[in-house]
């Protein structure tokens, strides 16, 4: 299973001090460990469906549909090139929604265990209860890892221990 670098850092280093050291591997690349990225390109990719596909759980995929190529481009190299201003010109409309609907249709995450045969749980959340009530946080760990609130309903202090949540952007 493949972690994102903020989950292992959590999982793995996070008493150590920043900036993390990481190796990267130029040459004799080790394939049994790690997934081979063949290019940018393929990392652009990647980063574009993971847009889509919260896009579509938000929006019905209406927003990113409606953007041009070059939008996507402008999201990329904002992200790439660490160009906040770049970035959320564009990133801001995937993270509005408007009045009528009284927020995003699903908020998508994933919560990453490892306490479990299951690497990570990932299903459809509605961010309103159905009397109107905003969800939290709490709410989420409620539905989808009820091991993770204690029983007077706070979540457990040191939840690293049974999961570690990751949003999916």
Same mark, same amino acid.
């Given at each position: 299973? @493949? ?12 008493? =150590? ?6 190796? &990267? @591997? ?8 790690? *997934? @081979? ?19 579509? *759980?938000? @929006? ?67 961010? &309103? ?7 939290? *946080?709490?709410?989420? *760990?409620?539905? &989808?890892?009820? =091991? ?15 999961? =570690?949540?990751?949003? &999916?952007?």
């Amino acid at each position: 299973m @493949h972690y994102p670098i903020g989950l292992l850092f959590d999982l793995l280093a996070s008493s =150590s001090a920043l900036p993390w050291n990481i190796t &990267v @591997h130029f040459k004799s690349f080790p394939e049994k460990d790690l *997934l @081979h990225c063949p290019s940018k390109d393929a990392i652009e990719a990647h980063f574009m469906s993971c847009m889509k596909e919260a896009d579509a *759980l938000k @929006h019905k995929s209406q927003v990113i549909n409606e953007m041009q190529k070059k939008d996507h481009k402008q999201l990329w190299m904002g992200l790439q090139n660490d160009r906040f201003d770049q970035f959320w010109a564009i990133n801001r409309k995937l993270m509005e929604y408007p009045a009528e609907e009284n927020g995003f249709r699903y908020i998508p995450f994933r919560i990453y265990q490892t306490t479990t045969e299951r690497p990570f749980i990932q299903k459809l959340f509605r961010p &309103v209860a159905a009397d109107g009530q905003l969800h939290t *946080l709490g709410d989420l *760990l409620k539905e &989808v890892c009820p =091991s993770a609130v204690a029983p007077e309903g706070n979540i457990i202090s040191n939840i690293k221990t049974c999961l =570690s949540f990751s949003e &999916v952007k």
